[in-house]
DNA sequence: GGATAACCGAGACGGTACGTCTAGTCTTAAG
DNA sequence: CTTAAGACTAGACGTACCGTCTCGGTTATCC
């Protein structure tokens, strides 16, 4: 069996309450003094821990807010008892996506998730490698429940089939993204409902 | 009129030199070490200028950059020749479209651009008042021809007159945007005409 | 007229309240915690002071408190109101010995001094560089007087000229200066008095 | 006989072989690094050891070092494959004070001797417990030793009947420890040398 | 054209946080 | 129960910047 690297902390020791604390003291202080103000020190001193043992898990201060919030994105998803999560299929996929955006809408107003988000969101767009991290365990997996329900329509006609459905669902999920990164525009029910008109029926006179 | 207060910085004599410096100092600092490691300090001692110069001017380093980033973009704008500018109208929107998002693309790959529109995007998610003045300044001139153009095409009956010509541009320029900032897919000539397609003719069959 | 070095901070512009303040906070602390516990981030605190004003004039913590130790021994002399200072010439070389000897025995006794002058001490011992320049300009000095008594006894046959005052003087200092330091004995004025007897007349019978 | 309370450590279930390598590795990291860098997690990682054994065992770092260097000297004298020791009395007491006194000054500057010993004196300088276990474990027994030579020599009428043999012993080897303590000046044979005679014929003519 | 503001470069100041290091305690697994 | 290993809370280290301040030394208007 092979024994440890000795800089490498031994992970089976690896303090359960300290963890929980930290993500905790983490989402909080983001919530409170945005993310810029929130400081190692200040999450260490909130949690009751050591700052070595922020350091000791975690490279940095971004690191830890996104494992924080993953972990709370998975709870969030447990607490809503749901199994791998799909967008509902009744038939009728404006409605559904209407739905489904209107849903969104009111999550990115959530100020539980909006700080934690932006945060990350932020620091994502000026450093590559989180930003990919980001996108790979938290956004895409949303995103391919569009695909799916966007694949399942195409089935049943109602897409036509030669559309890429990964494309074609960032015709409705883009515009949002963007309004809310960006305050390019304001947020609500119609404008999403808009959204999805324009793109499943086109600019162009038919 | 009244005098000035004490505190109010007289703009009258202020150094032109010193403010070209620390544009030039700021752009080349972000782009050389990035946004985060990019101090005041750091940029007052590259342009040969005392902090409290800077400290006079613009209340933070975000605003530093943002005007050093218009200023930036004004040159180049001034050396393309250009008139306010607008999307060329060679009665193919699709194609025109197609030119001008291919013209982007090429924009934002350009590393003199890059690392400080990014460092800006990145505040301005953070930091609304701040991305407010960044859209303002320098996004919404740009989708404003958009808006033209696609009135135009409304006028010549190639748009429905029913589309909102500032929602409908964001099916195309949103999914571009945020693939760029958010790292969700890779950026091609190919990509963005495909979201032309899309936007302009609809997913569902017709 | 030549510039100053970057890194050499500019003297003149030191701030002489900054200064005491860190004097009175390294004294006070090493008194009342012991120097181990001195830190220099209590110091600042206790100055009301940055912690870079520290680092910025000295070196470690032994330098600020020798130049405290200094600032209080100079003052002190002052206080006294002492031209440069000389052990008193009554004649009687082995009574003027013996009180000068009773003064110092006072002294070491005296909680203000020997807080941080056993600080002091002890970090000369393991530190040469700070331990010679204790002597130079702390002990030394004191000696320096004991050599010009016994130069005027020698002038006047009450002591050997063949003997090196240098030397001679350590025969009564040295086992006190111990004594002290180490805990070697007790420390009385009939001890000093025993002492100066000794070294004038020898171990042996006459 | 009561059962040993929880908390003290049952010296017979002891490992010898880290108490021995705690005393090395001590001893080598003073030597090497000196007395302030030398650490607790140092010396531990260095035998090999857990840090929880060095703090069961003992107080404190000084502590360890005592211990250590209290077994080293026991080594050398051992090995040195002495009785008790005594010094020897030739009937020529300064021949016999200078002689030891040389073995002195070889001694002190025995590097393998000198940073353990400086660090110990350095620590009981300023800690008044620990100074006066290494003045009563390691000092005084070498100093009686001249307490019994002075006393055989008042047997022969070679010191007056009337001295303290244990004050006496200070007005030489308290001067040569000053001088190795606070590097008040230079350690010769001569120098010691006349020590001796300074001290058993005074300084006064006779 | 001399006075007098406000600018300017420079950099010291009181602070906060960084990321590292060590202290001394506690936990785990092996013997 | 001791041991090696090492994670834990705590807090000092010395550095880097923050934003404010003061210092002389130019400008650049205004009387």
């Given amino acids: 069996m092979a024994k440890n690297q000795s800089s490498v902390p031994d992970t089976s020791r690896r303090s359960e309450r300290s963890r929980r604390a930290i993500y905790d003291a983490a989402l909080a202080l983001v919530a409170e003094v945005g993310y810029p103000k929130t400081t190692i020190e200040g999450i260490a001193s909130r949690a009751g821990v050591g700052k ?11 690191d830890v807010l996104l494992e924080a ?7 969030a998803a447990e607490a809503a008892g749901q199994e791998p ?7 009728d996929l404006a409605a559904d996506l209407k739905n489904v955006l209107r ?22 767009v000026v450093n590559e490698e989180l930003g ?3 996108v790979a365990q938290l956004l895409e997996p949303q995103l391919q429940l569009y695909v799916d329900r966007l694949r399942a329509a195409q089935e049943t006609g109602k897409v036509r089939p030669d559309i890429d459905p990964r494309i074609a669902l960032e015709l409705f999920v883009s515009p949002l993204a963007q309004r809310w990164l960006q305050y390019t525009g304001p947020i609500t029910y119609e ?13 162009a006179p038919r």
């Fill in 191 to 203: 404008y999403t409902d808009t959204l999805v008109d324009y793109a499943l029926h086109g600019l």
């Fill in 103 to 124: 849903a969104t809408v009111d999550e990115l107003s959530n100020p539980a998730f909006e700080a934690p988000s932006r945060a990350l969101a932020a620091e994502g």
């Fill in 85 to 91: 999560y799909t967008i509902p299929d009744t038939g």
């Fill in 52 to 62: 070595q043992t922020i350091y000791r898990w975690w490279p940095s201060k971004a």
């Fill in 69 to 75: 919030f993953l972990d709370l994105s998975g709870q």
């Fill in 132 to 134: 990919r991290r980001f």
